[in-house]
């Protein structure tokens, strides 16, 4: 079952700019990772962030964890072109059963 | 490359036949998953095994099988293929430091 729920679905912005993609989910974690798609790819790993951290940065990218409202969100700064793709959010309960739990993703377009 | 390594990469096959997928792990993860990416299901997990032995199972259905040897390559085994099984097929393998690593995926095309 689906447990993350990113918001919004789809994502067109200009290059250059902001790009912030948001992800609920319903249980109580051990970390929350975020994963890049490029269409009809494989995943890419992103930026792990734990429950007890609330700001992880990485490069252009920053993710914020709020355990209270299980939510996060991903910004990624000054938008390229090849940022294009399906961003998913993918929750991990701890202890390795189960994997992780993906939500339905974000598809972002950079438009030049 | 992620380091895990997937089998074949495209795989178009009739209705009623069956299929394997073969997928190796990054040297040193004795951890592997198994994921299905589907328009309509999203990504779903199906199962795990850790050093040989199954260790958890999600939304896989009873014509799914799969195995990990010896040398910690694993395979997913699919049978009596549907229309609704084309899908992507990822594997991940679990280690240190942060825990997943994804394959490239199988395409399946049930025609």
């Known amino acids: 079952s689906q447990q993350g729920e990113e918001d919004p679905q789809a994502l067109s912005i200009q290059e250059g700019e902001n790009a912030t993609m948001n992800c609920s989910y319903k249980t109580s974690i051990n970390n929350l990772q975020w994963y890049r798609q490029n269409s009809g790819r494989g995943l890419v790993h992103l930026i792990l962030i734990r429950s007890n951290e609330r700001e992880k940065h990485s490069g252009r990218l920053r993710v914020t964890l709020d355990t209270s409202k299980k939510s996060s969100s991903l910004l990624i700064t000054a938008s390229r072109a090849a940022d294009t793709a399906s961003y998913f959010c993918a929750t991990d309960e701890g202890g390795g059963a189960d994997g992780l739990t993906f939500g339905k993703g974000t598809h972002l377009i950079i438009q030049p | ?111």
């Open chain 2, 1 to 111: 490359d992620s380091g895990v390594t997937q089998t074949p990469k495209h795989l178009i096959t009739a209705t009623g036949q069956r299929v394997t997928l073969r997928c190796s792990p990054r040297s040193g993860d004795l951890s592997v998953y198994w994921y299905q990416q589907s328009l309509d299901q999203g990504l779903q997990f199906l199962i795990q095994y850790y050093n040989g032995e199954e260790r958890a199972k999600g939304n896989i259905l009873e014509r799914f099988s799969a195995q990990q040897f010896p040398d910690l390559h694993s395979e997913l085994n699919l049978s009596s293929l549907e229309l609704g099984d084309s899908a992507l097929y990822f594997c991940a393998s679990r280690g240190p430091p942060y825990g997943y690593t994804f394959g490239s995926g199988t395409r399946l095309t049930v025609v």
